[in-house]
């Protein structure tokens, strides 16, 4: 089986994210999606708790499209993806990245080690993806060229929350209203 692995902080999860783990199922990129929500990763700091975090991403889970609740707390991708390859020995493990990963991807820890795995790459504007892999000498990789760009930041609709007016083109409502509810708990 061929398991998309889907990493992000999801702070909160947006349309966005979900349309795109829908389509990567739908379009068989991927025959199962594994969205695997951070907790405190080494680049970002002060998020919603995993575990309500979680619960909103829940809210999509089905057969085909799973949250991961073992995993959250480890602080780099490479340590991530060997979990997981103990957990799936006999599966492939393709690596889901915005190509704005790909400008820096040398930085990441053990970068050589997240090489091993087949990745799927988004497009994002004004970046060469191909450009960049043959950088990085690398072979295994698909990109997602049949989905449309979608222009959602988290950071948006963290700032704009109180005002559903704002957000609601870009969060499902159900979401909405039980991430207002963690935030009104928070204070």
């Known amino acids: 089986m061929k398991?998309?692995?889907y990493i992000g902080s999801f702070d909160p999860v947006h349309k966005g994210h979900i349309r795109l783990a829908r389509h990567l199922l739908k379009k068989h990129y991927v025959d199962h999606l594994l969205i695997v929500p951070t907790g405190n990763y080494w680049n970002k700091?002060?998020?919603t708790p995993i575990e309500e975090r979680v619960g909103l991403l829940k809210l999509f889970e089905n057969e085909d499209l799973e949250i991961e609740t073992e995993y959250n707390s480890l602080p780099y991708t490479y340590q991530l993806l060997r979990k997981l390859k103990e957990r799936y020995p006999d599966d492939e493990l393709d690596?889901?990245?915005?190509?704005d990963n790909l400008l820096h991807f040398?930085?990441?820890?053990n970068a050589w080690e997240i090489m091993k795995y087949p990745w799927i790459i988004l497009k994002r504007d004004g970046i060469d993806i191909r450009q960049n892999m043959e950088r990085l000498k690398k072979k295994d990789?698909?990109?997602v060229n049949d989905?449309?760009?979608?222009?959602i930041s988290s950071s948006y609709i963290r700032e704009n929350i109180g005002d559903y007016e704002k957000v609601k083109d870009f969060i499902h409502?159900?979401?909405y209203l039980r991430y207002r509810k963690i935030l009104?708990?928070?204070?």
């Open 3 to 5: 398991i998309g692995i």
């Open 45 to 47: 700091q002060d998020l």
């Open 95 to 99: 690596l889901i990245l915005g190509a």
């Open 106 to 109: 040398e930085d990441w820890k």
């Open 141 to 143: 990789y698909v990109v």
């Open 147 to 151: 989905i449309r760009e979608y222009d």
């Open 173 to 175: 409502k159900k979401v």
């Open 184 to 187: 009104d708990n928070k204070s």
